[in-house]
């Protein structure tokens, strides 16, 4: 179990946020195959003010979707101030401010990580945020800006200080992106640094990954992203991992083939029969990574506009060789 703030989690297994990808679909699939907590993706403050069509798509939820974490991105007081009045009228339970985000169109306004060069600046904004916010407020932060600026257990100090209940940790810098070797030695220095919970992140793609992370920094739960793309049985792999040192045998076709259909039934019932079908194309390339011969399917499904017509390449699967041995089912 793990506590955050007045926010009790069964398990500390968590479902990081995805721009682009955790939608309300997305989340719902992972929810059922057993991650705790999931993310929406991160909205921008000077968004919420607009009500905009993708904004208000980006806000809804349902009650499969629990618990439910926001994430808030943002560098001016105005803005956040805004956005929090928007914010207590959704229903969530946590509540996640991004100095994390890499992307240069993030960065170059001041956002997401480009705060971890003024950790004064980013308690103030947290202090904001944690002073108009009924549910708990964490904040998700990188190892530092880069290999000269490895500042993060500093900047969780100025966190907690500002009240957050827990820090997310990708570990590595903003420089970095998404590649080079996660530094489980910062994050270790995170977890020694402050009293609040510290869930670290990064390249957590196995049962055996998720144990390094865990041992690796003394965390007391972690995060997975790309590991959950066309993967929900991740969670279940690395519960199973961790009680029993043992991976669980890959799911089989028939359980991949069915999971993949749901997933377009909860995109289809959620964006409509049209973007439904567009949107869960580029998952069908992450359920099917690594398959043999698949390219001749991915093309075909790329064109396709309905979901029948997916659900029939979906069953075409059964007829590729799959390259890794089919195990039994992991449900
Ligand atoms: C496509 C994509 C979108 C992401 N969007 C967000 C986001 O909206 N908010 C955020 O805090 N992190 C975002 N991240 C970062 C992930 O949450 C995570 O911290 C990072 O990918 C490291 O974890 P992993 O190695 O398990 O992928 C994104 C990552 C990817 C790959």
Redesign the pocket.
């Known amino acids: 179990m793990l506590k955050i703030g007045s926010l009790k989690l069964q398990s500390n297994l968590i479902l ?7 939608d309300l679909p997305f989340r719902k699939l992972n929810h059922k195959f057993g991650c705790e907590l999931a ?1 929406v ?2 909205i921008n403050a000077r968004c919420l003010g607009h009500k905009s069509k993708k904004t208000a798509e980006i806000l809804r939820t349902d009650k499969i979707d629990k618990p439910l974490g926001m ?1 808030l991105l943002g560098c001016e007081p105005a803005y956040i101030e805004r956005a929090m009045d928007v914010l207590v009228k959704y229903n969530f339970d946590l509540l ?1 401010f ?1 100095a ?2 890499p992307e240069r169109k993030v960065t170059r306004r001041g956002e997401g990580a480009s705060l971890l060069q003024e950790p004064g600046k980013l308690a103030k904004l947290l202090k904001i945020v944690v002073k108009r916010s009924s549910v708990p407020v964490t904040v ?1 932060i990188r190892t530092g800006y880069d290999k000269d600026c490895i500042n993060a257990p500093e900047v969780a100090q100025y966190a907690q200080d500002a009240g957050v209940k827990a820090i ?1 940790i ?1 570990g590595r810098t903003k420089q970095q992106l ?1 590649s080079g070797a ?1 530094d489980y030695e910062t994050i270790r220095k995170v977890k020694k640094a402050v009293n609040v919970p510290v869930i670290g ?5 196995s049962g055996e990954l998720a144990k390094k992370l865990f041992d690796g920094t003394g965390c007391d739960g972690i ?5 959950a793309l066309g993967n929900p049985w991740i969670f279940e792999e690395i519960r199973h991992y961790l009680k029993t040192g043992q991976e669980l045998p890959k799911p089989g076709m028939e359980e991949i083939i069915r999971t993949m259909l749901e997933h377009l039934d909860f995109s289809v019932d959620f964006f409509g029969p049209k973007y439904g079908v567009v949107i869960f194309r580029k998952f069908f390339g992450w359920y099917t990574k690594g398959f043999r011969k698949i390219r001749p399917l991915r093309e075909t499904i790329s064109r396709l506009k309905t979901r029948k017509d997916v659900e029939e390449v979906i069953n075409q699967i059964c007829l590729i060789r799959y390259p890794r041995q089919p195990g039994t089912s992991v449900k």
């Open positions: 990081a946020p995805m721009a682009g990808v955790s993310f993706e991160m994430q996640d991004n994390a985000c998700k997310f990708h998404y996660v992140s990064g390249d957590v793609f995060t997975v992203a790309r590991g």
